[in-house]
């Protein structure tokens, strides 16, 4: 997989992915992220991305030439299966999403910044809008991260067991069940016993049960879907 990430402020995302799953995704050759500044991709002297908007009112609006230009540039390079652009108003990042984008090939995704961009670029290149959750920040990057991570995770080869992502919380509408490491006896409190008793067919009926009573205590909705 290949992801093209179009930003004013590339240093936000470069952290990310230096690091930990992502890093050896990448390190891998299981996914490749290509950061593009979009002052780049600017033709007057100032690199000026931004401008007033039309009609007046608060903040700047990003333009569209440059996102234009950026967008264009990688499209005669290569086709894109996704063109996604990060905002509040968009749908709520999923599960579901993850999995169907960790399925595609090439994503393009741009981080909107300021007062967010100019409608047009929406109207004529977005093929995708992700909210990461209702609320608003500074600028679309930190929700790339977030996409990319919840993304990358899911393709195959990047988690060591091959089962280990489809037994995360969402991947079935049920929240994971409660997991517990060595020691089986800490300061008094012990590990569940049917855990160390070694009948698997048990404990997979434990864990069941253990996820569908989290699922009704803390996320009820789930059930509902
Ligand atoms: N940009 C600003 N706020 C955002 C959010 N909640 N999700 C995705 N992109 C954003």
């Keep these: 997989m ?25 390190e891998k050759g299981l ?3 290509h950061l593009h500044n979009l002052r780049d991709y600017t033709t007057d002297n100032y690199k000026q991305v931004d401008d007033y908007q039309y009609g007046g009112g608060a903040g700047m609006v990003m333009m569209i030439e440059p996102i ?3 967008i264009s540039k990688l499209q005669a390079e290569r086709d894109y299966d996704e063109i996604i652009y990060m905002t509040p108003d968009g ?4 599960q579901r999403t993850a999995n169907n984008l960790s399925l595609q090939k090439n994503l393009i995704i741009l981080c909107g910044h300021y007062k967010g961009v100019d409608q047009r670029v929406r ?8 909210s990461i959750g209702d609320y608003v920040l500074s600028g679309g990057e930190l929700g790339a991260a977030v996409l990319c991570d919840a993304v990358i995770r899911l393709i195959p080869g990047v988690i060591g067991d091959e089962t280990s992502a489809l037994t995360d919380s969402f991947q ?21 016993e049917i855990l160390t008793s ?13 996820a569908y009573e989290r699922t009704q205590e803390k996320r009820p909705d789930l059930l509902k879907e």
């Design 2 to 26: 290949r992801i093209d990430i179009l930003t004013v402020v590339p240093d936000i995302l470069k952290s990310p992915f230096e690091a930990s799953i992502l890093k050896r995704a990448i």
């Design 31 to 33: 996914v490749e992220v």
């Design 68 to 70: 234009d230009k950026c």
């Design 91 to 94: 749908k709520t990042l999923e």
């Design 123 to 130: 109207d004529h290149f977005i093929t995708k809008e992700i």
């Design 172 to 192: 079935d509408n049920l929240l994971a069940p409660p997991i517990y490491t060595r020691p089986a006896s800490y300061k008094g409190w012990d590990v569940p």
């Design 198 to 210: 070694g009948n698997f067919p048990k404990i997979e009926a434990w864990r069941e049960e253990k």
